[in-house]
C-alpha cells in the first residue's frame, strides 16, 4: 500500500480525484450544491496541465450533457456532476445517448425536493437514476456507493461497464456522501488513451476516416423506418438483458440461513441501517442487510431467494418510498415490505430506522400472516 495515496477527501473531492488519475478525458459540468466540490477540486488540480485533460464550466446542464454526448461521439471518456434539478435538465441528452449507445460517465449527488426543493442531502432521485426522465425504450446503468473510498471506486467501474456497455454509466450518491470526509486511497495513474488506442477501441466513433479510407460514421437517433427502428430497439433490449445477467452487484450484511427480518438500503441509508442492525443484534434479533450496489441493474433474483426466508422486510430510504417499489416486485408477494426513510433534506438516524423496524415486527406477530399470504 502506497501512504502517499492515502489522503482524507471529500466524496466529491474523490470524485475529481479518482477521474484524473483513471485517465479521463474530459470534464464538463456546473456548479449545484452539493457537488460544486467536484468542479472546485478540478479547477485547484488543473490536470489540464499534467495529463491534457479537458476540464470546462459550461453554461448550464444542458451544455453539459451535449458536450458530453459530443465527447461519447468521439470515443472519449468524459463525465458530468450535478444534483437533482440539474440531472433533471439533462434527461433529453441522456436519452440521445442512450440511443446512440454512447459512453459517459454522470455523478448525480441527491438532495431533497422535488422542485428547487432544498440544498440539504437525501435520496429522493432514485426514480430519476434508475427510470429516468427521457423518451423511449432505454436504460441505463446506475451505481450506488455508500462512501468516500467508493465514490472513489465507482469512478473506475463505471470507466469499465460504459465502454464494455456502449451506455451511459450514473453513479448515484447524496449530499452526506458528497460532503462527508474519509480516508481514501487513490488508484494509480492511468495514462489517458491515444488517439490510436481510441480508434483501435472504439471503430464507431466519429473520429475521422484517417489514412484508413474507412466508411463514414454516422451518429443518429433519428429513423424514419418504424422496423428498422424497431430493430433496434429490439437489439438494445438484449443488450439489457445481458447487462442485467452480467453486472448486478450488492453486499450482504449479517446475513445468514438463520436470518429472520432483512432491510434493504443504499448510500447513506446503508450506513445508517448497519448501527440499527447491530443494535437489534444485540437484542438478539435475527436481521441482516441487503445493500444494493448495482440500483439497475436491480438485484431482484438474491431479493426473491431471501423472501423464501425472512419474515418481512424493511426498505431504508431517505425518500417517501422509491425503491421499496422494486422490493416489493422483487419478493415476487412472498412477504411484506414495509418503508422507512425521511425526506426534505432530513436523513433518518439509526434510532428512527430502529423505531419502524419495531413497528413492522409488531405488526408481523400481530397479524400472524401465513407464509405466501402477499401472494394471494
Known sequence: MDNKNIVLLKGNEAIAKAAV?????????????PQSEVLETLAVDKPWETTGMVVLQAESELASINMLYGAGCTGKLAFTSSSSPGIALMQEGLSYMA???????????????????????????????????????????????????????????????????????????????????????LPPFTPRRTDEEIAAQCPWATNGIG?????????STLEFDPIVMEERNRAMSEKYRKI?????????YNVDDTTEYLIVA????????????????????????????????????????????????????????????????????????????????MISSPKDVFEDFQKMARECLSKNWPKGYWMK
Open 266 to 345: 443504499y448510500g447513506i441509508s446503508s450506513r445508517v441501517s448497519m448501527k440499527t442492525i447491530n443494535l437489534l443484534r444485540e437484542g438478539g434479533v435475527k436481521v441482516g442487510m441487503l445493500r444494493p450496489k448495482t440500483l439497475w441493474p436491480f438485484p431482484n433474483k438474491i431479493i426473491s431467494k431471501l423472501s423464501e426466508q425472512v419474515k418481512a422486510i424493511l426498505c431504508v430510504e431517505q425518500s417517501e418510498g422509491q425503491m421499496v417499489k422494486d422490493v416489493r416486485l422483487a419478493t415476487e408477494g412472498q412477504v411484506p415490505v414495509y418503508h422507512s426513510g425521511r425526506s426534505g433534506g
Open 99 to 185: 440511443g446512440n449507445e454512447l459512453p459517459g460517465v454522470i455523478v448525480s449527488v441527491g438532495r431533497g425536493g422535488p422542485g428547487l426543493g432544498t440544498i440539504q442531502p437525501g435520496q429522493a432521485d432514485y426514480n430519476q437514476a434508475v427510470y429516468g426522465g427521457g423518451n423511449g425504450d432505454y436504460n441505463l446503468i446506475v451505481l450506488a456507493p455508500n462512501s468516500v473510498q467508493e465514490m472513489c471506486d465507482c469512478m473506475g467501474k463505471a470507466k469499465e461497464l460504459t465502454f464494455k456497455w456502449r451506455t451511459p454509466v450514473i453513479i448515484l450518491s447524496d449530499g452526506v456522501i458528497g460532503q462527508m470526509m474519509e480516508k481514501v486511497e
Open 21 to 33: 488519475r483513471y485517465g479521463y478525458d474530459g470534464f464538463f459540468g456546473y456548479p449545484i450544491t
Open 211 to 219: 489514412l484508413k479510407k474507412r466508411k463514414y460514421n454516422i451518429m
Open 244 to 252: 442485467e445477467a452480467e453486472e448486478v452487484d450488492y453486499e450482504l
